[in-house]
């Protein structure tokens, strides 16, 4: 380093300090990169890489991008996960003595962005911190810094911790450095989040009145941690933060990290987006707070019957009042993001246009207000008194900001007349300035008899009086003085013109920084004022979420659920998403019963014929039921459950691809440890990523555990038609199967329900929907024919026990009928194929001659 320049001696100083970050070093108008940095930078941004002549034997790698169109490649940074430190100039160039003095003046993280460019406007956008203590519990801490929210929570065990943090969308977690190594790759690895460290977990004074909640010195240290991190990184006002709120886990339902998935609660599994999800389904809010607090309901569902009650009985109320819905929802919609707002006015970053926005938004308060008197209902009242009209805010705002600012906060025409006196003098100062000069081109047109003669304005000369070549001669010498000469015309001054010039600018200099020191004054007033703004955003974002889910209930047809004990039961039960991918009402609805007698339901069914469906929507109904909403059926009791799992056998398991059978059965044992008799387990197809004895003989054993030692409430869907002997073993354990009919040599899909086991195996049929060739479909045919045509032994309970299983499903003879048809089938497949809207009359003759030949033989 020695033999350095002393501008790169000063860049590897601070690039120490930032090792896990992107230096963007500025120079003049460019952020640098150089290093490993460069040539990282220049893969993952497509920029060129250049090389810095340092006078050493290697030059040094270089690439840089401008700093006004930086903004593009930080986010596409940011978006990989990566950190990047920016490194500005804090001293101006010109009175620098040696190398201009740099400061990292913020570190930009995924999981600390505020830009609104940077950020999704219906997802919040976390950030965790994660302490861990001797006795094996670890403390959470939450924080969304675009929106101040901060939540804390105390969860037992390293696997609890990861199904926790699975479910919430963080981007980044900051963790000691000495949690142990193989914990952080799996963090890594598992949550694919960036992570930060922090090992500095005193508590910073500051901060004590954010952490009034927590009652817990774990809490506490996780928290400091996370404080710290965000100080050290932001180095900016941090006045927006909120309270630490507590998560109580045992107040929620608790998902496993394979269920969020599996069920698609928030996004799809292929498509990783939000269409198609159950919050696809249910967000009908009117605000983007809205929208991010739905999410985060559905990750969250209660377990406190009271709780939920109090939310269906709000539900209930709008559902009802359909013309007071619109009307609240149309008021909603001129909400703006008041909770996001909050976190950029303490940041200091908001222009005239924002604070606009708000007043409009605190402006719908009191319409909001009575459009909920209107409903009469006692709960909806009480949410209307909740919500506090700040009136001198309002009052703030409208008397001094124009209705349409400027985007810029320093040009001006920001504030309105009168807001301030001085303001006022110095504006009627420029006006009269520029009236006096607007008077002068009349009257020197008049003078001179020149009618096109004008006074203009530019930055370089200031105001001029414009005559055209065409003109001069009219213009008495002397006149004025000259000033610049065009191509078709002369510019000229006199002393009284620079004369008001020069007060026009002045005042006008004037009045834009007192606008601009206005502006801050009002946007200090209100960052007093924060925390009633958030507690405002987060009213109305309750209203909306309720509002969001009588709508959908209403348009889509719910029932309000009633929860009992030990025991539910749905009548004509639907899938909340599958039935609007739909649309045309061609769902087949189907009951679920299960109590304490019967506590687990072996479905089978042929491939296709809806057991996913089936399972999947009893647990979406439970969580609809569970976070308030009314559910997709006729009628329905409810069981509070307090954990729902979710396994799907690797086999169906299209995403995780890599899913091998070990990864299955950690995931079911996952079940097995956790649940207890209030809890919701599906499994579905387990046992399929092994041989076929081997995977058999599990799937019995786990369904046998289940019924006797956990009694937990079971949907469990198997291939394995064996299994539903077990119905004559395990009392609680209830053979249903999915219906499906045998028509002319296919098979059609019912989708309904039936109690008993299943009886036959369709697959060929599947094969041949999927249009496998014809002549595969057929000589699978043949296949199984002369299999069902050997002797084979029929399961038996005595064989199911010992182990014994037998391969072939009991397929009771389909095949004679199948004989016939297979001919049948091949002419009637042809006469489909026929395009008869371009054949000939005759051409159409001959298909049909043959045809008939082919029918005959
Ligand atoms: P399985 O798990 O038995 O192989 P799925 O549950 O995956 O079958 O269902 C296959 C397809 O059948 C679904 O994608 C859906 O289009 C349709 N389906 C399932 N259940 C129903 C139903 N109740 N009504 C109408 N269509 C259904
Ligand atoms: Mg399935």
Redesign the pocket.
């Known amino acids: 380093m020695s033999n350095q320049t002393p501008m790169m001696k000063q860049y590897l100083k601070i690039k120490a300090e930032h090792k896990d970050a992107f230096l963007f070093f500025r120079l003049g108008d460019f952020y640098e990169m150089f290093y490993e940095d460069a040539v990282k930078a220049a893969r993952e941004l497509e920029i060129t890489l250049t090389k810095r002549d340092s006078g050493q034997k290697e030059p040094i790698p270089m690439c840089g991008v401008p700093h006004h169109s930086a903004s593009g490649y930080i986010k596409n940074l940011v978006d990989k996960g990566y950190k990047v430190a920016i490194c500005e100039q804090v001293e101006d160039p010109k009175l620098a003595k040696g190398v201009v003095k740099r400061e990292v003046v913020q570190l930009i993280t995924p999981g600390t962005v505020m830009e609104s460019n940077m950020l999704n406007e219906q997802d919040n956008n976390y950030i965790a911190s994660l302490s861990h203590f001797q006795d094996g519990s670890h403390a959470i801490v939450y924080n969304d810094l675009s929106t101040g929210e901060n939540k804390a929570a105390i969860v037992i065990g390293w696997d609890a911790v990861i199904h926790e943090l699975y479910n919430q969308p963080i981007r980044e977690i900051v963790i000691s450095s000495k949690l142990p190594e193989e914990k952080q790759t799996e963090l890594k690895d598992r949550l694919h989040v960036t992570l930060s460290y922090q090992d500095e977990v005193n508590f910073n004074a500051e901060y004590r009145y954010l952490c009034e909640n927590l009652n817990d010195e774990r809490l506490m240290k996780a928290f400091s941690r996370l404080l710290n991190y965000i100080q050290h990184t932001q180095k900016r006002s941090l006045d927006h933060l909120q309270k630490a709120e507590i998560i109580e886990l045992k107040n929620h339902l608790a998902l496993d990290m394979y269920s969020k998935r599996n069920l698609e609660l928030t996004e799809t599994i292929l498509r990783k987006g939000k269409h198609g999800s159950l919050l696809w389904v249910l967000d009908q809010t009117a605000t983007a707070m809205g929208s991010r607090m739905l999410k985060k309901w559905l990750e969250r569902p209660l377990l406190n019957k009271v709780e939920i009650e109090k939310r269906l009985d709000i539900v209930d109320a709008f559902y009802s009042g359909f013309m007071e819905r619109d009307a609240l929802r149309e008021a909603l919609k001129s909400v703006y993001d008041m909770e996001r707002l909050a976190g950029r006015i303490s940041f200091g970053n908001v222009n005239g246009r924002d604070l606009v926005q708000l007043k409009k938004s605190l402006m719908q308060i009191p319409v909001l207000q009575s459009i909920l008197q209107q409903f009469g209902q006692k709960q909806v009242t009480e949410l209307a008194g909740q919500l506090k009209y700040p009136e001198h805010l309002v009052e703030l705002l409208d008397s001094s900001l124009v209705e349409e600012p400027p985007i810029s906060i320093k040009e001006g025409s920001l504030i309105k007349d009168g807001f301030h006196e001085q303001l006022d003098l110095y504006r009627d100062a420029a006006r009269n300035g520029k009236q006096w000069i607007s008077e002068l081109e009349q009257k020197e047109k008049e003078a001179t008899n020149i009618r096109s003669l004008k006074i203009g304005y530019n930055r370089v000369f200031g105001y001029y009086i414009e005559v055209t070549k065409a003109n001069l001669h009219l213009l008495p010498e002397g006149r004025y003085e000259r000033k610049q000469t065009l191509t078709n015309a002369e510019r000229y001054v006199t002393p009284e013109l620079k004369e008001k010039e020069q007060l026009i600018l002045e005042a006008q200099e004037k009045s834009v920084d007192l606008e601009y020191k206005l502006f801050t004054e009002i946007r200090e007033e209100i960052k007093e004022h924060i925390p009633l703004l958030q507690e405002i955003a987060d009213t109305i974002s309750h209203m909306d979420v309720l509002q969001s889910l009588a709508t959908v209930s209403e348009k889509n047809n719910y029932k309000r659920p009633v929860f009992v004990d030990q025991k539910l039961r749905i009548n004509n039960g639907r899938h909340p998403v599958?039935e609007q991918v739909?649309k045309d009402g061609?769902?087949?609805p189907?009951d679920v019963a299960l109590d304490k007698e019967k506590n687990i339901l072996l479905i089978t069914?042929p491939?296709?014929?809806?057991?996913?469906?089936y399972m999947r929507q009893l647990a979406l109904t439970a969580i609809m039921g569970q976070i308030g909403c009314f559910v997709p059926c006729d009628e329905a009791e409810l069981f509070i459950f307090d954990q729902i799992f979710t396994r799907i056998g690797a086999a169906d398991d299209l995403v995780s691809g890599q899913s091998t059978f070990m990864v299955e059965m950690l995931e079911a044992n996952h079940a097995l440890s956790h649940a207890t008799e209030n809890s919701l387990i599906l499994l579905d197809e387990i046992g399929r990523g092994t041989s076929t004895y081997d995977g058999m003989a599990l799937a019995q054993a786990i369904v046998e555990y289940i019924h006797n030692n956990i009694h937990a409430k079971t949907l469990f869907?198997t291939h394995y038609h064996e299994l539903t002997a077990l119905e004559n073993s395990l009392p609680r354990l209830k053979n249903i199967h999915?219906r499906a009919e045998e028509y002319e040599g296919n098979v059609v899909?019912l989708?309904q329900i039936k109690e008993g086991a299943a009886d036959e195996s369709y697959g060929i049929h599947v094969a041949k929907l999927a249009e496998l060739p014809e002549p595969l479909i057929e000589r699978a045919r043949t296949i199984l024919e002369q299999l069902e045509g050997q002797d084979r032994p029929q399961p038996t309970k005595e064989k199911m026990e010992t182990g014994q299983l037998s391969f072939f499903v009991d397929t009771k003879a389909s095949s004679k009928k199948e004989k016939l048809q297979t001919h049948d089938h091949k002419v009637l497949e042809e006469l489909k194929t026929l395009n008869l809207f371009e054949m000939t009359p005759l051409e159409a003759m001959n298909a049909l001659y043959k045809l008939q030949k082919q029918a005959k033989a």
Do not use: E
């Open positions: 599958i739909m061609s769902f087949v189907n069914g491939n296709m014929s809806g057991k996913s469906t869907s999915v899909f989708h």
